[in-house]
């Protein structure tokens, strides 16, 4: 069977792309708060449905259904934090309660939305320009998410290098303590990565919905790739994070090539992320931080 590395190539960007906007909230805020948010699945949920409701329900077209998914997503993140993740970690809680937690927020803010627009697949009614360059084949939409990933990539390289709030992340981050010594308003800087975080999530569940379907299980089903991203990259590191993106949209496309010649269901491609997350948590635990110490 003839394979179309080029098409490959570029569905791995897609894929990266995706995984990395839905990964950037994920890191950080892990790296903040000191715990596996899995609620941030439904976040990813959230804003696959709002961006449909927006977009294909009242028909305002894409743009607006960013800017409302990113707002309202944000909102409902720091809702959870202030209402339910800060008063437990003010309490004592640990890190295997404030998890198990998020499991339960997760499983709440999933049956609700299952409840208000329910379990049938809705698919965006938008239509996608495509086009032929050479042997790839390439939308619209996947032209989009390439811009929006760069746009986010640069700009929150430069918010974290070149701003005081991203130097405030970074100092939180590192050492909490001494950057509340400092005069860093820790909690301040928690509740923005919270609200940025969960905004990207929702971006990304749009895009992902877009490209296939929205379901209450959208953002569950890219979820342990997303954890794949955050671990391989290093955890909290974000720099470590775009470059674990891609390989892992390209160690899932490529397997899906694999899975297809062996005659397997391209399902089990998913495991493929559950592999790196054991050899890397096992071989560097650190991942591809220790690229990126300044970062």
């Given at each position: ?185 820790v909690n301040r800087v928690i509740l923005i990565t919270w609200f940025i975080g969960a905004g990207l999530a929702a971006i990304a569940g749009i895009f992902r919905g877009a490209s296939t379907q929205v379901w209450p299980m959208t953002g569950w089903d890219i979820i342990l790739p997303i954890f794949a991203v955050v671990v391989l990259g290093g955890i909290g590191n974000y720099h470590g994070a775009i470059v674990a993106a891609f390989i892992i949209g390209l160690t899932e496309n490529i397997g899906v090539v694999a899975l297809t010649n ?34």
């Amino acid at each position: 069977m003839d394979i179309n590395w080029a098409q490959i190539l570029l569905n791995s960007v897609i894929t990266g792309s995706i995984y990395l906007i839905g990964a950037i909230g994920l890191s950080v805020t892990y790296r903040l708060s000191n715990f596996s948010n899995f609620a941030h699945a439904e976040f990813i949920t959230l804003g696959a449905f709002i961006g449909y409701w927006v977009s294909s329900q009242l028909g305002w077209g894409l743009l607006p259904a960013f800017i409302i998914a990113f707002l309202l997503t944000g909102t409902v993140s720091l809702l959870c934090y202030r209402g339910i993740f800060q008063p437990l970690a003010k309490r004592g809680a640990s890190t295997i309660h404030l998890m198990i937690a998020s499991i339960a927020v997760g499983f709440i803010i999933r049956y609700s939305i299952g409840a208000g627009w329910g379990w049938t697949p809705q698919y965006f009614l938008n239509t996608w320009t495509t086009y032929e360059v050479g042997a790839i084949r390439i939308t619209g939409l996947w032209l989009l998410l390439i811009l929006v990933t760069l746009t986010s990539a640069l700009t929150m390289h430069f918010a974290l290098m070149r701003t005081k709030l991203g130097k405030a992340i970074r100092a939180s981050s590192s050492n909490p303590e001494l950057a509340a010594a400092s005069g860093i308003n820790v909690n301040r800087v928690i509740l923005i990565t919270w609200f940025i975080g969960a905004g990207l999530a929702a971006i990304a569940g749009i895009f992902r919905g877009a490209s296939t379907q929205v379901w209450p299980m959208t953002g569950w089903d890219i979820i342990l790739p997303i954890f794949a991203v955050v671990v391989l990259g290093g955890i909290g590191n974000y720099h470590g994070a775009i470059v674990a993106a891609f390989i892992i949209g390209l160690t899932e496309n490529i397997g899906v090539v694999a899975l297809t010649n062996l005659g397997l269901a391209t399902e089990y491609r998913m495991a493929l992320a559950f592999l790196i997350i054991i050899i890397t948590l096992i071989v560097k635990p650190q991942g591809l931080a220790m690229f990126f110490r300044r970062a």
